[in-house]
């Protein structure tokens, strides 16, 4: 009994590890400045938390295509993370308690809404119409202008593709690269 008490311990330690690890590599990605200043995305409170549900969205559709329970508790700390992040940032706003579960809440369904759409546009793989699908998940959510859309949602196809050129071990300890330093080919 106590070494299958020690591996459980040891497993949900390593998947608690490997989901803050990738909690800090998409934060950091999602608040870098090239999102606002190149991307188009707002850069305003509602704009970081909708480019944090974006990567959210990113790193689920690439652990969920990973086989066995691990990937799936990784998932459900990862967007556990995510919420505590969103609540934090507005504690850290100075927005008071008596509110602060109301806005969090909002956010929340915000965050799940647009992440289940862009989920779903992003299963679709390869297929005919895939960025355009994912550029009315942008528009309609309101987290890129309408003329930068497309061109977003190009970006996140890029994303999606380094993303599942790494390996499942990388992803699954939460090394989760978002930007290539290799020179673009063509």
């Not at 504690?91 to 956010?107: H, N, T």
């Not at 799940?112 to 959510?141: H, T």
Request: charged content about 20%; proline content about 3%; some cysteine.
């Amino acid at each position: 009994m106590t070494a299958f008490s020690g591996n459980w311990f040891q497993r949900r330690a390593a998947r608690r590890k490997a989901a803050a690890e990738a909690y800090a590599r998409l934060l950091s990605h999602a608040l870098a400045p090239v999102h606002y200043v190149a991307s188009g995305v707002p850069d305003t409170f509602g704009g970081r938390a909708g480019m944090v549900t974006i990567l959210t969205s990113l790193a689920c559709d690439r652990i969920s295509r990973i086989p066995g329970p691990d990937a799936a508790r990784i998932i459900e700390r990862l967007d556990a993370l995510v919420l505590d992040g969103f609540d934090a940032a507005y504690r850290e706003k100075g927005v008071g308690d008596a509110s602060i579960a109301r806005k969090v809440r909002k956010l929340a369904q915000n965050h799940a809404g647009l992440g289940k759409a862009l989920f779903a546009a992003l299963q679709d793989a390869e297929s005919p119409g895939q960025a355009a699908r994912i550029a009315d998940v942008l528009r309609r959510n309101g987290v890129v202008a309408a003329t930068r859309a497309v061109s977003m949602a190009t970006i996140l196809l890029g994303m999606q593709a380094r993303l599942a050129r790494q390996s499942d071990a990388e992803i699954l300890h939460g090394q989760l690269e978002w930007t290539s330093n290799a020179p673009a080919q063509g």
